[in-house]
């Protein structure tokens, strides 16, 4: 008796058809949610498949953004001359390239095969296009690692790749049919731009030693966190057109999410204001601007999911 | 260019389609469980059923009949889009457009990033949890090169299912919109004969009520016609990035 869920008798039969590669454990396929008195749509049921990503990705989102922004401002900071914060800036795009990298594989259906990703170049696919990005980000990040002119240029290289890599995941997201991250398709890319500035002066900031650096990284962190409160609000501003597709903002985990990012930022941003700051205000203002900008990556993601478990958020926004 | 014409007012709600799928594509089974959705017990397309058999019952008449009650019943299945979400994200080219116009996942390829599930806009794809892969209708792309019909078409007692070459699918079809409206039965309409956002499916329906009715959506759009807005935009938010960076670094 095969267990598969086939019902073919092996030595009646041999398994050739299309289907018969599928590895079927007997676990079966997502049960059909419980059907709703709805006459507008087909009982209620989604009409679009959940997206299958696990918390790894959001969380990469976070990961990515911050190496990529990191390496950017490491080297601006460069450009200033000599400061502590240049080689942690360096390490951090090094150690978020490696983290983004296990963070992506660990999502794979089949983990073995990561590296199919670089079988082709598709512009088609923001997905294969952020390969790449990664992909030499993480080459130069490593190369920035070394001492003198090779490091030095490497490290120009990171933060030119480091820009887009901080923001191509807006792209990969509102690439798809899901209806919030579909309508956010022009202003889900400043949000994440912003959250990946956040994310990299928060942890600058609260490192920075001398007064010149401060000086300059809390100018960018105060920057940073109000554009990050001035993009959630044009996001939320742009998918409210069809009120259908923004409740998710409004309600759920993902709600409570988008609030909380908000309520971190903007704390973190007050404590930012604070002139003369002790040193533990700064580390505060640090955590609390990571969070919201963990919290906003988050949200955005399980804004998606609860969109499409609603069939009328799809239905409302393409009739609108 | 081959495809399906499913005409939904022809049929009956059998599910021999989606038996012969399972058969002939060996699929493993969805489980035994009523849904309580009318006689529908599969509930949705997936990546172990690539045929799935709608019921909607409507306290309303169709049009030319007398009775005050209808069944509305349409086997749905991937629709093959000229322009296919899944095929122009796919990062890995493991979803590609065969000879035939189908579009088909290279099962040995797919490393399922799980990409393609929500790039298409009718929530057809999906990724086999203990596979990890995802999986779809193939238009039996192995009885296609061994010149039959696919395995639904083949076993529809009522023609609902009909496979062909889509010029002449076209014109039939057109030709039973014409018939049906002539007998009184005005609601019927194509979809996805010819659509904007899609260029067109190559597995297209007559249906005779609105799309959402058989959860298919209205307006569908190939997500990747919006994304050099989005790469725009992209663009400016970074740059404008840079430059904060770069004057922040050079005012002392």
């Known amino acids: 008796m095969r267990t598969d869920g086939r019902n073919i008798d092996p030595t009646l039969g041999i398994l050739s058809g299309e289907g018969s590669h599928q590895r079927a454990t007997g676990k079966l396929e997502h049960p059909t949610p419980e059907p709703q008195n709805d006459p507008d749509s087909y009982y209620g049921l989604p009409m679009l498949k959940a997206p299958v990503w696990k918390a790894s990705i959001p969380f990469y989102f976070y990961v990515g953004g911050l190496a990529g922004a990191s390496a950017a401002l490491s080297a601006a900071l460069q450009l200033r001359g000599s400061s502590k914060l240049i080689r942690t800036g360096r390490y951090i795009a090094f150690g978020g390239a490696a983290v ?3 963070l992506l594989i660990e999502d794979l259906g089949i983990k073995k095969r990561f590296i199919y990703m670089m079988r082709v170049f598709r512009p088609s696919s923001p997905m294969n296009v952020g390969t790449w990005i990664l992909s030499a980000f993480g080459g130069a990040a490593t190369g920035a690692l070394v001492p003198g002119i090779i490091g030095d240029i490497s490290a120009g290289l990171a933060a030119l790749c480091g820009l887009p890599l901080a923001g191509y995941t807006s792209v990969l997201l509102s690439n798809t049919a899901v209806p919030i991250w579909a309508e956010g398709g022009t202003s889900m890319p400043p949000l994440f731009v912003a959250s990946a500035a956040v994310s990299a002066t928060s942890v600058f900031e609260a490192l920075a030693e001398t007064k010149r650096d401060l000086r300059v990284v809390r100018r960018l962190a105060i920057l940073a966190k109000l554009s990050e409160l001035l993009t959630h609000l044009t996001f939320e501003k742009s998918v409210s057109r069809v009120p259908e597709v923004a409740k998710p903002l409004h309600e759920g985990v993902s709600g409570a999410l988008w609030q909380a990012a908000r309520v971190g930022v903007g704390a973190s941003l007050a404590l930012s204001l604070w002139p003369k700051a002790p040193r533990a205000a700064r580390i505060a203002a640090g955590v609390l601007g990571t969070l919201g900008a963990i919290a906003t990556r988050f949200a955005v993601f399980e804004a998606g999911k609860a969109s499409v478990r609603d069939p009328h958020a799809t239905f409302e926004w393409q009739r609108a | 260019m081959k495809g399906f014409f499913t005409d939904t007012t022809l049929c009956i709600g059998c599910k021999a389609c989606e038996v012969a799928c399972k058969q002939w594509n060996q699929l493993p089974e969805d489980g035994l469980h009523l849904t309580g959705m009318s006689y529908d017990n599969t509930g949705h397309l997936g990546s172990s059923t690539w045929r799935h058999v709608s019921f909607v019952e409507r306290p309303v008449p169709l049009g030319g009949t007398l009775s005050n009650f ?20 796919c990062p890995t080219g493991a979803i590609v457009r065969t000879e035939f116009g189908s579009v088909y996942i290279q099962p040995e390829i797919c490393n399922g990033c799980g990409y393609c599930v929500s790039a298409c806009p009718f929530g057809v794809v999906d990724r086999r949890e203990d596979d990890g892969r995802a999986w779809k209708c193939t ?3 192995d009885r296609l090169k061994a010149d039959m019909k696919p395995a639904c078409a083949k076993s529809c007692p009522t023609e609902s299912i009909q496979f062909g070459d889509l010029v002449q699918l076209k014109v039939k079809a057109r030709q039973r919109v014409e018939e049906l409206h002539a007998r009184g039965m005005t609601e019927a309409y194509l979809y996805g004969e010819e659509q904007e956002g899609t260029g067109g499916l190559n597995a297209f329906f007559l249906l005779a009520d609105k799309p959402e009715k058989y959860n298919l959506p209205p307006k569908p759009e190939v997500p990747t016609k919006r994304a ?14 840079a430059a904060l960076m770069l004057t922040a670094a050079v005012t002392p």
């Open chain 1, 100 to 102: 983004s990298a296990a």
């Open chain 2, 70 to 89: 209808s069944w509305l019943m349409m086997s749905d299945v991937c629709k093959h889009c000229a322009r296919a979400g899944c095929l122009e994200a």
């Open chain 2, 139 to 141: 238009l039996c792309y």
């Open chain 2, 228 to 241: 050099p807005k989005s790469w725009l935009s992209m663009g400016a938010a970074i740059a404008g990035l």
